[in-house]
Nanobody
Framework: VQLQAFGGGLVQAGGSLRLSCAAS????????MGWFRQAPGKEREFVAA????????YYRGSVKGRFTISRDNAKNTVYLQMNSLKPEDTAVYYC??????????????WGQGTLVTVSS
């Protein structure tokens, strides 16, 4: 499956962005989906994940209540709605397809990343 993430940009603290990840190739609806991020000088970290059926979601603690992951299997797209953004959310955000969970190794397919910059 090929993944393409988009929707990043520059936003002021407290603002919102919605990231999208469009999938093509092998059947999107057979994969759990996740979002990860990597800030400058830091390791890639888990942000959120959603299962393929009976949507179950999981978030890292620092984004819980502010970010919402969702998927539309008919559109082969997964979303990350980000509200109340903070400067520490600044990172390149990656979408990934694989098995539900937090480790990056759970995911076999990765998008190219989209940059989110939150100014204070």
């Amino acid at each position: 499956v090929q993944l393409q993430a988009f929707g990043g940009g520059l936003v002021q603290a407290g603002g919102s962005l919605r990231l999208s990840c469009a999938a093509s190739g092998r059947t999107f609806s057979t994969y759990d989906m996740g979002w990860f991020r990597q800030a400058p000088g830091k390791e890639r970290e888990f942000v959120a994940a959603v299962t393929l059926g009976l949507p179950r979601t999981y978030y890292r603690g620092s984004v819980k209540g502010r970010f919402t992951i969702s998927r539309d299997n008919a559109k082969n797209t997964v979303y990350l709605q980000m509200n109340s953004l903070k400067p520490e959310d600044t990172a390149v955000y990656y979408c990934a397809a694989g098995s539900f969970g937090t480790p990056a190794t759970n995911y076999n397919y990765w998008g190219q990343g989209t940059l989110v910059t939150v100014s204070s």
